[in-house]
């Protein structure tokens, strides 16, 4: 069983920052990826950004020069560091961890409880 714990969410004006934790029960070499995504409200869950066992990352358009996502494998902790935030960024964050299960190739996503981020003046 894989746990993901997340923290750091919070209300912030819009310009402001803010730094997203997600502690996980595994080594983060054992994922695929790890990653956040984040549910606005009335609205689907999408990814924010993620990061693969190799290093690689992938970033939402809609965060690119804002987010950036960073591991530390030593203390098997992913973050999301949030700038410049905008009301648009309203959201619960989701961290996740993504697992290969066969050689076909097929994984199993893991996710924490959420937290909850709120951009408004």
């Known amino acids: 069983q894989v746990q993901l714990v997340e923290s750091g969410g919070g209300l912030v004006q819009p310009g402001g920052s803010l730094r997203l934790s997600c502690q996980t029960s595994?080594?983060?070499?054992?994922?695929?990826?790890v990653g956040w995504y984040r549910q606005p409200p009335g609205k689907q869950r999408e990814l924010v950004a993620a990061?693969?066992?190799?290093?690689?990352?992938n970033y939402a358009d809609s965060v690119k020069g804002r987010f950036t996502i960073f591991r530390d494998n030593a203390m098997n902790m992913v973050y999301l560091q949030m700038s410049n935030l905008r009301p648009e960024d309203t959201a619960v964050y989701y961290c996740?961890?993504?697992?290969?299960?066969?050689?076909?190739?097929?994984?199993?996503?893991?996710w924490g409880q959420g937290t909850q981020v709120t951009v408004s003046s």
């Open positions: 996740n961890a993504r697992f290969v299960v066969n050689v076909e190739g097929a994984t199993v996503d893991h």
């Open positions: 595994r080594r983060i070499s054992n994922f695929q990826s």
């Open positions: 990061v693969g066992s190799g290093g690689s990352t």
